[in-house]
């Protein structure tokens, strides 16, 4: 079967607090977090900026989260206001992954990877694709 996946990184500034967190964890604080998007598809689709179906998707869309929080995304964002839930790096990749499925067609397995330091990351997928 004809499979093509996409790659595309990005980093973002960011600050929060674990709510709850019985640590230092739980006092505002940034980070760079830093991004990994995978987009995996048997098929080709057009975009929003190409009518034939010659792309997954466009890999703008799979970026929005670099943006500035005025613009839609996570940069320079104080993430507890962002997200509806505790920003724990688990949720922020949830969050992404949620996000960045509403703006690309149907059918593509996405996977979102999430470093909160340069050694401490998650993965975030759903097997439902
Ligand atoms: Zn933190």
Known sequence: MPTW???TEFKFDAAHFIQDYDGKCG???GHTYKVHVSAKSHKLNPS???ETDDMVCDFKE???AAKGSEKGGLDHSVLNDELSIN???ER???FIYKKTKERI???IKLKITVWETETC???YTEDNV
């Open 87 to 89: 920003p724990t790096a």
């Open 105 to 107: 067609p149907d059918g």
């Open 121 to 123: 990351w998650v993965e």
């Open 5 to 7: 996946t996409l790659h």
């Open 27 to 29: 006092r505002m604080h």
């Open 62 to 64: 799979l970026k929005w």
């Open 48 to 50: 929003k900026y190409l």
């Open 92 to 94: 922020i990749a949830e």
